[in-house]
Structures are given as C-alpha cells and as structure tokens.
C-alpha cells in the first residue's frame, strides 16, 4: 500500500524556518517510528508569485485536492504589499481552503503549565486552559460580494459583504457539536446579532441544529464583543467556541496570547471526507509570515510543529503518535528549552528556531 501523502507548502518570511522543523520530526517517524510519508514540496503566497507571477498555481491547487494533508507554513510579507489584491499572497491560501471547501477551522488554545508563568494573563487564569475556537473558513466577509474598491460620486468607497448561508453556518455547527461531544459536551457561538442581520440567522441556525441534533451538548450564545472580553477575563469558562471567519481570526490571536504566544498556536482546516473517510485538510500555525524576525533564527516552531500533531490525528488516524509528538513539546518546555517569545527580556539566552526542533527531536528519542 501507498505511503499516506503530503504536500508541504512553506510559503514566506519565517514559514520556511519552521517547517524545517516539521520536516525533521516527518524524518524521525520514518526512521525511528517505521511511519514513513511521501512528502512533496511546492510553492505558495509570495515566493509563489516570484517564481510564477500567482500565489498559487492550477497545478499546486490540483496536487493539494489530491494528498492526504497539506502542511502550510505561512504566507506574505510587506514586499507584496504594493500587489494588486487578487495575486497579494493571502489570496493563495484563501484559494486553497475555499476550493479545498475548508470549513471547519479547529483552533486549540492549550497553556502549557511550564507556561502558565509566562502568558500575559495572571496564572490561575490561564494554568491548565485547553479550549478549541471553531472558525468558519470559507465564507463571511472574507468571501462575500460585492467586494472592491469602487469610486461613488467624487470619492473611493472600499466594499466587503458579510454573508452566510443557512447550510454553511449549520455544517460548522455540525461540526462544532461534534468536537464538543468528544470533550467536554459545551459549545458557545458568537456573533454580532444585536448589529447583524447575518449574526440573527447564525444565533437562529446554531440554535436549530442544536434543538434538532445535539440537544446533549450545553450550548451558549455570545456577542463577539463580549466574548472578547470574557476571553481575557476567565478564558476557562469555554471550552468549545463556534464562531465566523473573521471573529475567528481576531479571538484565536488574541486566545494564542492566553498560552504565552502566537508562536504555540496550530490549527487544521478540516473539510469534507475523502474516498479513504479522512477529511480533506490542511494543518498550518495560526501565525503569519513574521517578517520583523524572518531569517534571524528566532521564529518559535512549536505551532508548526503542533500542526503536524493534528496531521496526525486528524488525517492519519495516528493518535497516539500525536500525542507523543504534544508531550515531546511538553516536555521540552518543562526543561526550560524557550524561543525568545517564550521569554521575557530578562529570560536569559533564547534557543533558536533549529535547537528547538532539536530538542523536540531529542524528546522523541526519549519517548521511545
Ligand atoms: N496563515 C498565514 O499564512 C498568515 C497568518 C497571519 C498573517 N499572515 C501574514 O503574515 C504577514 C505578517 O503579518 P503580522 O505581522 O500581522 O502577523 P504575524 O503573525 O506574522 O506576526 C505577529 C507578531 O507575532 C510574532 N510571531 C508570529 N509568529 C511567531 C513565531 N512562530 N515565533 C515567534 N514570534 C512569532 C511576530 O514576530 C510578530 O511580532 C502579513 O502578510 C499577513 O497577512 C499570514
Ligand atoms: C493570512 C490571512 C489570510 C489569514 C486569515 O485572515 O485568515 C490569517 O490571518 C490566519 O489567521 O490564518
Ligand atoms: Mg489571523
């Protein structure tokens, strides 16, 4: 039988660095787990669009419906920024998860204890958290039209449209209530319904699949706002979040900064399953592209690497080796092992970006 495939896409800034860290723990399954994968690169966002004047080819777009997974570093950096919007490098991965229909964006925020000291919050706030932010991820306003810059009597108007179908809000529902069944049986949905006509329909559809189907799980409704504001207040109230695209992607920034950094957080971008049963995916760090500390050895890979993890047991049905791969993480940062975000100006001498993946290695062996 065929090994289980991946398609790496790197992408810019510190995306790279830290996939040559996931690229290593992939070698050591081989040789140290027998647990081998075929393993492809190419190119996405703007070293894409150097080599090929788009963020992402037909071909690279074919070979990602194609694998087991994708693992993708990150995209874009302030040399593109000067690009016209349809071939900035953000576009590429907003094509790969609307053509790989990535719906269901799983977002864990887990403070490690030897964290806890760390985040930005007090400790009994953080110590222990273990939440999931459900993100939509292929709608919203991040696709709705009309979208553009338009001219309007003697001046520019800039126009995105939030909009979402019942279907769309009741499948991330869907897929919500069914992570809150393998945890802790408790969903809260934000939105915007005292503003939005789209957050009406999201508190009313969310309500409706769970009366029909999920009358189980302890569900909860919350403004945006609000939810915010909970999020940094007593973050250990939720457990699982369900919301759209783009509060998503403001609360799991801010969620990242309960566990100590932006560098800790992963995600898969889950959509529907495949011939082998598996949803089609793509696992990247919530991160972006860093471009104050690209090149310089400082990017903390542990949200790349913690991607993987998810791989592992989302795509590969490998669930104890994620966990392995999670402990190994654990453990290095009980040792002390700590990237300069990991450490406050006083933290004495960081590891770089490489030593971390090394020592990550080197809790591997140890697990064995
Ligand atoms: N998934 C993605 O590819 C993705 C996600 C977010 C932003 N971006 C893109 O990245 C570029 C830069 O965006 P930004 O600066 O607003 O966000 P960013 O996430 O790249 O960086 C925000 C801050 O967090 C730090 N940081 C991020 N990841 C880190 C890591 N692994 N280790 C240590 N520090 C880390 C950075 O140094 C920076 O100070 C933009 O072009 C943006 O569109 C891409
Ligand atoms: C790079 C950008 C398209 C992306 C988003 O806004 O979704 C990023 O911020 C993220 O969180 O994955
Ligand atoms: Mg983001």
């Not at 992939?26 to 040789?31: A, D, K, P, R, S």
Request: hydrophobic share 45%.
């Amino acid at each position: 039988m065929a090994n289980p495939s991946i398609l790496i896409l790197a992408g810019d800034g510190i995306g790279p660095e830290v996939m040559a860290e996931v690229k290593k723990i992939i070698g050591w399954f081989g040789t140290k787990r027998g647990i081998a994968f075929d393993v492809t690169e190419d190119l996405v966002g703007g070293c894409a669009y150097d080599a090929h004047g788009t963020p992402l080819t037909d071909a690279t777009m074919a070979k990602a419906q194609e694998v087991d997974a994708v693992l993708l570093g990150a995209v874009g950096g302030p040399k593109y920024d000067v690009l016209d919007f349809s071939v900035k490098p953000e576009r590429g991965l907003l094509r790969l998860r609307k053509e790989m229909d990535l719906f269901s964006n799983l977002r864990p925020a887990q403070c490690f204890d030897a964290l806890a000291d760390f985040s930005s919050l007090k400790k009994d706030v953080v110590a222990g958290l273990d939440i999931v932010i459900v993100r939509e991820l292929t709608s919203g306003v991040y696709f709705g039209e009309p979208r553009g810059i338009f001219t309007e009597g003697n001046e520019r108007v800039g126009i995105n449209t939030q909009r979402y179908t019942e279907s769309e809000i009741a499948r991330v529902a869907r897929s919500a209530f069914e992570l809150a069944r393998r945890r802790n049986n408790k969903v809260c949905s934000m939105e915007k319904a005292n503003v939005m006509e789209s957050g009406i329909l999201w508190r009313q559809v969310v309500q409706e699949v769970h009366d029909k189907e999920y009358p189980d799980v302890e569900l909860s409704h919350m403004y945006a706002d609000a939810g915010a504001m909970q999020l940094c207040r007593w973050p250990k109230q939720f457990d699982v979040i369900v919301t759209d695209n783009l509060f998503g992607d403001l609360l799991s920034d801010m969620a990242a900064m309960l566990t100590g950094s932006l560098g800790m957080l992963p995600s898969a971008s889950l959509g529907q399953p495949m011939a082998n049963g598996r949803p089609k995916a793509l696992y990247e760090p919530v991160h972006g592209s860093a471009p104050d500390i690209a090149g310089q050895g400082k990017a903390n890979p542990i949200a790349c690497v913690l991607s993987f993890a998810m791989a592992l047991r989302y795509s590969f049905d490998l669930g104890d080796e994620a966990a392995r791969v999670e402990k190994a993480v654990e453990k290095v940062l009980a040792d002390g092992v700590r990237t300069a975000d990991l450490m406050g100006p006083e933290g004495g001498k960081p590891v770089t970006t490489s030593q971390m993946g090394d020592a990550i290695i080197a809790a591997l062996d140890a697990s064995l």
